[in-house]
Nanobody
Framework: VQLQASGGGLVQAGGSLRLSCAASGRTFSSYVMGWFRQAPGKEREFVVA????????SYADSVKGRFTISRDNAKKTVYLQMNSLKPEDTAVYYC??????????????????WGQGTQVTVSS
C-alpha cells in the first residue's frame, strides 16, 4: 500500500486547509485511515482516524469541532478539512493505514503504512 499525502501549506491563524491522502497498490475490504502530526521536538501524535468503508471516526480532543475527516471510497482517498487553525497546529502531518485492527486505534504503532508527510504551518 502506498499513501500519498498532499495539501499542506502556510496559512494564517483562523484559516483553513484541506489535506488529502490517496491510497494505491494493494487494497483491503476494510481498514483504518488515520492522520498523525509531529511538531519539531515533539512526539508524533494522533489527530483523527476513520474506519473504511463504514465511516466511524475518532478525533483527538485538541481538534474536535475544528477538523473533519471524510473519505471517497471510490477514489481511495481520505480528506482532512482543517478549520480555525491555530499556531499550535503547526506540524508535519502524516496519513497512515492500519489494516489489522477491527476498530479505530489512536496509537501509531498499530499503523502499518505511512505517507511521506506534508507540512502545515500556521502563522499567528
Amino acid at each position: 500500500v502506498q499513501l500519498q499525502a498532499s495539501g499542506g501549506g502556510l496559512v494564517q491563524a483562523g484559516g483553513s486547509l484541506r489535506l488529502s491522502c490517496a491510497a494505491s497498490g494493494r487494497t483491503f475490504s476494510s481498514y483504518v485511515m488515520g492522520w498523525f502530526r509531529q511538531a519539531p521536538g515533539k512526539e508524533r501524535e494522533f489527530v483523527v482516524a476513520i474506519r473504511l468503508p463504514g465511516g466511524s471516526t475518532s478525533y483527538a480532543d485538541s481538534v474536535k469541532g475544528r477538523f473533519t475527516i471524510s473519505r471517497d471510497n471510490a477514489k481511495k482517498t481520505v480528506y482532512l478539512q482543517m478549520n480555525s487553525l491555530k499556531p499550535e497546529d503547526t506540524a508535519v502531518y502524516y496519513c497512515a493505514a492500519d489494516i489489522g485492527s477491527l476498530r479505530v486505534m489512536t496509537a501509531a504503532r498499530y499503523y502499518d503504512y505511512w505517507g511521506q508527510g506534508t507540512q502545515v504551518t500556521v502563522s499567528s
